[in-house]
């Protein structure tokens, strides 16, 4: 997969602002991927929600980054996701959806990442990264269905992923949707079989998506 990019950040005569996000740029630069996460929060919190779209869409996509970098997939989804909705220019938005795009893929969630990608593509048709992996991960899913079509369609779950999703059910009778869909991708990457709960995974995260949206 090709890399995330990482969008400098747009000063917008913030002068305050201006000394902090730069100092999260070279936190970012030198490694230190925790120290700029949080600061690039700092400088969100700062600016508040009245803040110009294009510094807030730069910042929560380098934010997305960074947390990217610390493989923290789930969250920095989310960051990018954020990026999205509040990008007003076509090649912000395109940039958040790409990187959104890494984020799914590295869930394992192949057709959200498809999905992220074709955004990207629609936003900036000159994007050829996206480009890249929107076919890449298009083959990939094709080969997916080719493989369960050649099985007869069915894959028998391991005993491994019989018990994962025992974990998964628990925690959703719980109420923690997020955590069991975390649950289910974290051990798609360790067992191919548990699959066979597809349905499952797809369910918990379209909840906890609509959980966390609500007031």
């Known amino acids: 997969m090709r890399r995330i990019w990482l969008l400098s950040i747009l000063l917008l005569g913030m002068s305050q602002d201006e000394g902090d996000a730069r100092r999260a740029n070279d936190l970012y630069e030198q490694g230190r991927y925790r120290e700029a996460a949080d600061a690039y929060l700092a400088v969100l919190d700062e600016a508040g929600p ?7 869409a730069a910042l929560l996509n380098n934010l997305g980054a960074a947390l990217y970098r610390m ?5 920095s989804l989310q960051a990018f996701v954020r990026s999205l909705a509040v990008a007003e220019v076509a090649s ?3 940039r958040a959806a790409y990187n959104a795009g ?3 893929f590295r869930q394992n969630d192949l057709r959200a990442a498809l999905s992220f990608y074709k955004q990207s593509l ?3 048709g000159t ?3 996206a480009r890249y992996n929107f076919e890449f991960v298009r083959r990939r899913v094709k080969d997916d269905e080719q493989q369960q079509q050649d099985s007869g369609g069915k894959i028998e779950p391991s005993e491994y992923a019989k018990a994962l999703k025992r974990q998964a059910e628990e925690m959703v009778a719980r109420r923690q949707y997020r955590s ?3 649950l289910m991708l974290d051990g798609l990457r360790v067992d191919e079989t548990v699959r066979a709960f597809q349905e499952f995974i797809g369910r918990t995260g379209n909840i ?3 959980e966390e949206v609500q007031p």
């Open 92 to 94: 912000d938005r395109s």
């Open 71 to 75: 493989e923290d997939y789930q969250t």
């Open 50 to 56: 009245g803040a110009p779209a294009e510094l807030q």
């Open 102 to 104: 890494n984020a799914a």
């Open 180 to 182: 069991a869909h975390t």
């Open 127 to 129: 994007n050829e990264s």
């Open 122 to 124: 629609l936003e900036d």
């Open 208 to 210: 906890a998506d609509i």
